[in-house]
């Protein structure tokens, strides 16, 4: 059986680093916002060319704190991708804000620049990009776009470490760029854990504070804050995997060549353009007959995902939140399929899993 990811055979070849890290953090005695999260977050900006780096409990709260520090008007619109994991919206909503979708380009399953002058309103003031799939949105119309209209940008970067537009790391665009480092993302934690960088002096302040009871000094509270704190421990393992994320995500870019190079014609691949730096967290493809083909791999021994089955505007939480009618969205969400594509994986793995989707039309 080919699993679609198996963090026990990802995280193997750096057991070692790892169990070490560990017994360092047991035996220090410190436990939270010590020296490991320091040291992290000066490795991580650094990494990503931003100046703060600011360590949390998750890439939910990462997005929360971000928008909450920005200190926008309470309910402003907020735009965002019609087909987005739910998170970033359930961020906007939770900051006191509202969501107004934008639709995606139907190739890179990116947030479309075209469509954001649809979705404008008088009440908007910012946008919240996610790159999904390891690739950047077009950060230079949106920019440009956000510029015009005197919007923020919020990053929501959760899919794309080390990810890149014309060399610049995605995160560095925006106000803020919000990473997870959940355990299945390229640069993952064992556990849930979470940052947000930007180059904004007052804003990393004042998300030091809002990560910890809104206090950067002890019994202190400057803001009415959270307890969201990167743990040491996730801080240490993380900078293990941080020392080997490029290695990771070169693996991973050779893997979705052989896709590129062997997978049919009749499979509608991603789209690469020259100037993005694809790190492929997720290697979708698009296919009319999604779950008839997902059903053949499993028959075959080949596990896949979808991301997502469901778009935000269907989710009963969302029913008399989001609204309206959005077809780019729902052929994505009704034609994706994630094929295997970790670190985990081997060439041969990767070649197996063409060979089986060979198969499927000469078989349906």
């Given at each position: 059986?080919?699993?679609?990811?198996?963090?026990?055979?990802?995280?193997?070849?750096?057991?070692?680093?790892?169990?070490?890290?560990?017994?360092?953090?047991?035996?220090?005695?410190?436990?939270?916002?010590?020296?490991?999260?320091?040291?992290?977050?000066?490795?991580?900006?650094?990494?990503?060319?931003?100046?703060?780096?600011?360590?949390?409990?998750?890439?939910?709260?990462?997005?929360?704190?971000?928008?909450?520090?920005?200190?926008?008007?309470?309910?402003?619109?907020?735009?965002?991708?019609?087909?987005?994991?739910?998170?970033?919206?359930?961020?906007?909503?939770?900051?006191?804000?509202?969501?107004?979708?934008?639709?995606?380009?139907?190739?890179?399953?990116?947030?479309?620049?075209?469509?954001?002058?649809?979705?404008?309103?008088?009440?908007?003031?910012?946008?919240?990009?996610?790159?999904?799939?390891?690739?950047?949105?077009?950060?230079?119309?949106?920019?440009?776009?956000?510029?015009?209209?005197?919007?923020?940008?919020?990053?929501?970067?959760?899919?794309?470490?080390?990810?890149?537009?014309?060399?610049?790391?995605?995160?560095?665009?925006?106000?803020?760029?919000?990473?997870?480092?959940?355990?299945?993302?390229?640069?993952?934690?064992?556990?849930?854990?979470?940052?947000?960088?930007?180059?904004?002096?007052?804003?990393?302040?004042?998300?030091?504070?809002?990560?910890?009871?809104?206090?950067?000094q002890k019994y202190v509270n400057e803001?009415?804050?959270?307890?969201?704190?990167?743990?040491?421990?996730?801080?240490?393992?993380?900078?293990v995997k941080l020392r080997h994320l490029?290695?990771?995500?070169?693996?991973?870019?050779?893997?979705?060549?052989?896709?590129?190079?062997?997978?049919?014609?009749?499979?509608?691949?991603?789209?690469?353009?020259?100037?993005?730096?694809?790190?492929?967290?997720?290697?979708?493809?698009?296919?009319?007959?999604?779950?008839?083909?997902?059903?053949?791999?499993?028959?075959?021994?080949?596990?896949?995902?979808?991301?997502?089955?469901?778009?935000?505007?269907?989710?009963?939480?969302?029913?008399?939140?989001?609204?309206?009618?959005?077809?780019?969205?729902?052929?994505?969400?009704?034609?994706?399929?994630?094929?295997?594509?970790?670190?985990?994986?081997?060439?041969?793995?990767?070649?197996?899993?063409?060979?089986?989707?060979?198969?499927?039309?000469?078989?349906?």
């Open positions: 059986m080919i699993e679609y990811e198996s963090l026990a055979r990802s995280n193997q070849v750096y057991m070692t680093e790892l169990e070490n890290a560990a017994t360092s953090v047991i035996r220090s005695g410190w436990y939270v916002l010590g020296q490991e999260v320091s040291h992290f977050e000066n490795e991580f900006a650094n990494y990503i060319g931003a100046k703060h780096c600011i360590g949390v409990a998750n890439g939910l709260d990462a997005l929360i704190l971000s928008i909450e520090a920005l200190d926008l008007p309470k309910g402003s619109d907020i735009l965002v991708a019609s087909n987005t994991y739910i998170a970033t919206i359930l961020a906007i909503l939770r900051a006191g804000h509202c969501p107004v979708l934008v639709e995606p380009e139907l190739e890179t399953f990116n947030m479309d620049p075209m469509h954001l002058a649809k979705s404008l309103t008088k009440k908007t003031r910012a946008i919240c990009v996610t790159h999904l799939f390891g690739k950047s949105c077009r950060m230079d119309a949106i920019g440009t776009f956000a510029k015009e209209h005197g919007l923020r940008i919020i990053e929501d970067c959760a899919q794309s470490h080390g990810a890149k537009l014309a060399n610049q790391m995605t995160g560095t665009f925006g106000d803020a760029g919000c990473f997870s480092f959940y355990p299945t993302k390229n640069l993952g934690a064992i556990g849930d854990a979470g940052a947000v960088v930007t180059n904004d002096d007052a804003l990393a302040d004042r998300l030091r504070h809002l990560r910890n009871y809104g206090s950067k803001y009415v804050g959270v307890n969201s704190r990167l743990d040491e421990m996730q801080a240490a393992l993380l900078r490029d290695e990771m995500t070169h693996h991973k870019r050779a893997l979705a060549e052989i896709y590129f190079t062997h997978l049919p014609d009749w499979l509608h691949l991603p789209r690469r353009r020259a100037d993005e730096y694809d790190v492929f967290h997720i290697f979708g493809v698009r296919h009319p007959e999604r779950d008839h083909l997902k059903a053949w791999l499993l028959s075959e021994n080949v596990k896949t995902e979808i991301h997502y089955p469901i778009p935000p505007y269907q989710q009963k939480a969302m029913q008399g939140i989001l609204s309206g009618s959005w077809p780019v969205a729902d052929e994505l969400h009704q034609t994706e399929l994630s094929l295997p594509i970790s670190v985990g994986h081997t060439r041969e793995d990767i070649l197996r899993v063409c060979d089986v989707i060979q198969q499927f039309q000469r078989a349906s």
